[in-house]
C-alpha cells in the first residue's frame, strides 16, 4: 500500500512539473499597442523670417559732455529722470572761474575809475584851451588819452562778459526736454571737454540697428516689417526698414539696417538690447511642435503612425528644419500633407512599436 502511495505522489509531481515546462516554452503573443497622440499634418501659412540681436537708438538724442574741466560737485538728476529744458544736470566746481571773473571785474573797475578822471582831465583842458592857456597840441593829448581808457574799459568789458559767460558753463543742462540716459560719472570726478557725461533721449519713435548676414542681401526691402519680441516671443512694437547700408561690415560679414520702431508706451529703452524679428514673406508649409522633435547625432527625427500589415505603428523619420515660429519649427523636408504626426511620448518609443492613436484634441 505505502509503495503504491509513493508512486503515485511521484508521477503527480512528474506531471506538474512537465505541465509548467509546457507552459514556460509557450511562445509570447505581440506586445500591446501604446497609446498615443497623433496631429495630422495640414499646410497651412508659414511666415519666413529671422531673428537677431539689436540696439535701440534714439532719434532724437544728445550727448551731454562738458564745455569746461573740473570737478564734478553735485549731479541734480538720475537715470530715468524726466528733464525740462534749461534743466540742470550737474555742477562743475566753478570756484576757480568765479575767481577769475572777479579779478576781471576788478581790473575794469580800477580802469572806469581811470577813464573817469581822463575824462575830468579832458573836460578841464578843452576850458583852459578855448581860453588859450594851454595849446592845441597839449588838448590833442588829452584826448588822446580819453580815447585809450575808453578802449581798455571796453576790452574789459568784453572780457568780463566772456568769462561770465564761461562761468554758465559750469553748471551743465539739458538742450532739450527728454529723459536722462546712464550717468556714468560720479560727483568728485574730474572732467574735460570729452568726457560724457549723461545723454538726453527725446521721447518718440527709436531706431532698430539690426546687422544681417550678407547671405539673406537680396532680402532686404525698404519697408519690411520687423518686430521688437520680449522674453516671452510677445512683440513689443512693430516697426518698418527705414535704412538699408550700402557696404558690408568686413570683419563680421553683414549689413546694418535700421528700421523705424513707434515707442509709445514708453516701454522700450534708448541703448536696449533686444531681440529683432525681421519678416520675410509667407508661404505655404508645414509646421510641427517643438517637443515633437527628438535629435539623434544632432539630425532631427519625429515619429508618424504608420498603417502597416498588422496594424498602425511608429516609424521614426528624419526630417529637414527651418526657421523656429513661436513654439513651432518650420519643416522643410520629410513630412507631407496627411502624415500623422504622433506628438506625446515620443521618448518611450521606438521604430516599428505598434501604436493606438488618437487625435489630438479630442
Known sequence: MLRAFLLAVVFCLLGATLACSKQAAAPKGPPPAMAVKVDTIQPQTVTDSSEYVSTLKSRDSANISPQVEGSITQIYVHSGDHVKDGQPLMQIDPVKQEATVRNQEAARAAQEANLKYAQQQYERDSQLAAAGVISKQALDQSRANLDAYKAQVAALEAGVHEQQAQLRYYKVVA???????????????????????????KPGKLEAYVQVPVDRSADLKMGKTVDILNNSDNVLAQGKISFISPEVDNQTQTILVKATVPN?????RTAEVVRARIVWGSHQGVEIP????????????VFVADNGAKGVVARQRQIKLGEIDGN???????????DKLIVSDTQ?????????????GS
Open 348 to 360: 518611450m518609443l521606438a521604430d516599428g512599436m505598434p501604436v493606438k492613436t488618437q487625435e489630438q
Open 264 to 268: 509709445d508706451k514708453g516701454l522700450l
Open 290 to 301: 517643438v517637443l515633437a522633435v527628438s535629435r539623434i547625432n544632432g539630425q532631427p527625427f
Open 175 to 201: 538742450p532739450m526736454a527728454g529723459i536722462v540716459g546712464d550717468i556714468p560719472v560720479r560727483v568728485g570726478d574730474r572732467v574735460t571737454n570729452t568726457t560724457l557725461l549723461t545723454t538726453v533721449d
Open 328 to 338: 513651432n519649427y518650420v519643416v522643410l523636408d520629410g513630412l507631407k500633407a496627411g
